[in-house]
Structures are given as structure tokens and as C-alpha cells.
């Protein structure tokens, strides 16, 4: 039964599911580690979505600190409590599975991470949401790489077939089959 929970509802270190699917805020369907497998997809969805929070907020606050050696002690403890932990929450609601944010107020409760904004001189407030769309560019690169190696092995192929021809051309008693039998010919 644990095994089954844990397939498909891993723990996740990003992710809240205030729906308590299986009695775990931290379990869902919707775990990043289900949701993107490939742990390099992964750490491309993590790198876009801590790039477009604001200044202060951060998916792991560890990950965007300078190492402790480079940071004045006295600054130490300031730095970490200043940066607020956000969390991503599922909404299945949506073609796809959008994360909505939220962070941990000082009270240590979730709050929607609302941010201002102004357009053309009008306030507005948006909340940042996330999805598989923000890492289009990694995979336009991954399929970009995967083209290319397929090429590589099509040209690898067909130089092997070529060579096999030319082998056909020196002595045409050498067959596919007797070669397999490795005879020179019958």
C-alpha cells in the first residue's frame, strides 16, 4: 500500500496539495517528480520559476544564497529569515496542471503570493502561476539536441550501408545471408 501512495503520490519538497489527497499537504498527484520524471526537466522547471519570483521569495531559500563562507556572520541568520519560502499549489482545473504560489507568512501560514503591477500607469495585482509552458525554450533545445543525434545516427546508418554495398560490389558471392553464416560465399 505504501509503495502504491508513494507511485502516485510522491512527497515533494515544492509542492503543496491543499486538497490533503492521501492526509500529506506534501503528497500529490501533482508532485513535480511525477509531473516532470526527467530530473533535468525538473531542475529547468525549478531554475524558470525561481527566476520569475521577486526579489525575497524563493522556492528553497538555500539555493539562492551565497555560500555561508562569502556572507559576514552577523548577516548569516538575516539573510535566510528575510527570504520567504514559496510553495507551489496544483490546480487541475486547467488543460494541464498549473501551479498557483503561495508563501509562508511569518506566522508560518500560506498565503497567495500576490504581486502589484502597473501597466500604463494603472495598479493591478497578479498571482504568479506556473506551469510546463515556462520551460518551452528547454524543450525546444532538448528536441533540438534529440534532432541531432538522430541525424548523427542516420548518417552513421547510411555510411554503413554504403560500405556493405561496396563489399556487394568486390564480390558479389558475399550475400547478406552467407555473411551471417560467416562463409565468404557458397
Known sequence: METLKDQHYPKSRYIVDPRFPVGDIKRSRYALEKQFPDEEERKAFVASVESQLPYGYSLDPTLSQLPEFMIPPEERENMLEDEKRVYLAPDESTAGVLYFSYFLDENKELRPLILQ?????????????????????????????????????????????????????????ISAFTRGLGAGGL
Open 117 to 173: 503591477t502597473s501597466r500604463k500607469g494603472e495598479k493591478d495585482q497578479i498571482w504568479p502561476t506556473f506551469s510546463k509552458k515556462d520551460i518551452s525554450d528547454y524543450y525546444k533545445k532538448k528536441e533540438a539536441e534529440n534532432k541531432a543525434e538522430l541525424d548523427k545516427l542516420e548518417k552513421t546508418q547510411a555510411e554503413g550501408f554504403e560500405l556493405q554495398r561496396k563489399i556487394r560490389d568486390m564480390d558479389p558471392s
